[in-house]
């Protein structure tokens, strides 16, 4: 079974901390999808990176960076010098059909 | 990005009402939306999937009878709430995709409050 652990249920980080979201899955399939979702106080989720199973690079947005390591089947996001407009939920999550989601971590950045 | 529009945005209704709830996806071709609720501090719930021209597939545990689905065009699905309830309160959001490995695009959320 398909599953999304995100361990980390808040976080609170003074502003320009850097601070890490942690994220493990599990699936049986060699092929799959792994995502990144941010959802502000307004509800709307907003998506932020999609990653395929076969490419474990490492990527770097701005002040988002993600490490992809499927030897220990962890999708990991890291916010460089985070700003309180980075506070939010964050849903990490798995597809193949259809997605399952992490059940989020709350991010409080603190001015 | 593509954009997935919802409307309305918040509803108040009364006890045994219906409640319709649109999902239109403003960029592109959606050949399969998703209806998700949220409980608040909760993680989303896959409610049901449904692809343009063909009958919903539900989710264990949710009532097809109560949440009726209809995604008559690739741009276009609707959710209704039958019969509400103030239990039925709570966060939908719908998303939609252009295909099968594609990301799915959510819309901004519909607040339901039924009293």
């Known amino acids: 079974a398909q599953k999304v652990t995100q361990a980390q249920t808040e976080i609170s980080v003074v502003e320009k901390e850097d601070v890490t979201l942690d994220c493990v899955y599990e699936?049986?399939?060699?092929?799959?999808?792994l995502f990144w979702y941010k959802q502000p106080p307004s509800g709307e989720l907003v998506f932020l990176i999609r990653?395929?199973?076969?490419?474990?690079q490492n990527e770097i947005s701005g002040r988002y960076s993600w490490n992809f390591q499927k030897s220990t089947s962890s999708f990991n996001f890291t916010i460089t010098a985070s700003q309180v407009v980075d506070s939010a939920v964050y849903f990490c999550?798995?597809?193949?059909?259809?997605?399952?989601f992490g059940k989020g971590t709350r991010l409080s950045v603190i001015a | 990005g593509a954009v997935v529009s919802q409307h309305p945005s918040r509803v108040i209704c009364k006890s045994g009402t219906s409640v319709k709830i649109e999902c239109r996806s403003l960029?592109?071709?959606?050949?399969?939306m998703f209806w998700y609720r949220q409980f608040p501090k909760q993680s989303l719930m896959l409610m049901a999937t449904?692809?343009?021209?063909?009958?919903?597939?539900?989710e264990q545990g949710v009532e097809k009878d109560k949440f009726l689905i209809n995604h008559a065009s690739l741009t276009l699905s609707t959710l209704t709430v039958t019969s509400a309830h103030p239990e039925d309160s709570s966060f939908y959001i719908c998303s939609a995709r252009s295909g099968f490995q594609e990301t799915q695009y959510f819309g901004p959320g519909t607040r339901l409050l039924v009293l």
């Open positions: 449904s692809n343009e021209g063909s009958k919903a597939t539900y």
């Open positions: 960029d592109f071709q959606a050949t399969t």
């Open positions: 999550a798995l597809s193949e059909a259809t997605l399952v």
């Open positions: 699936t049986r399939d060699t092929t799959y999808y």
């Open positions: 990653r395929n199973s076969f490419d474990e």
